[in-house]
């Protein structure tokens, strides 16, 4: 139950954070790491708090640098 509740949480915001438009991707990609991390991080803790918190800062770290990639690429694009 907790986890659907996780994920059903997650869900929204990521759907809340893809209709703003100013949103960079690295903004974007920090979020949905962070989110995605989380819930996987606590599902391989078994439901552990530093497991979730892990999971949401090693996911929010790589998300992070994802997006500034993708916006570093967009800005030379252009």
């Known amino acids: 139950m907790k986890t659907k509740l996780l994920m059903a949480a997650a869900a929204a915001s ?3 954070m893809t209709g703003c438009a100013s ?3 690295q903004d ?3 979020a ?3 989110v995605v991390g ?3 991080g606590n599902a391989i803790g078994g439901g552990s ?3 979730t918190v892990g999971g ?3 996911g929010g770290l790589v998300g992070n640098e994802l997006g500034r990639r993708q916006d570093e690429n967009a ?3 252009y």
Request: overall charge positive; glycine content about 16%.
């Open 14 to 16: 990521l759907m809340a």
């Open 23 to 25: 949103t960079s991707s």
């Open 28 to 30: 974007l990609g920090l």
């Open 32 to 34: 949905t790491g962070a």
């Open 38 to 40: 989380g819930v996987a």
């Open 49 to 51: 708090a530093l497991g």
């Open 56 to 58: 949401a800062v090693a």
């Open 75 to 77: 800005r030379r694009r």
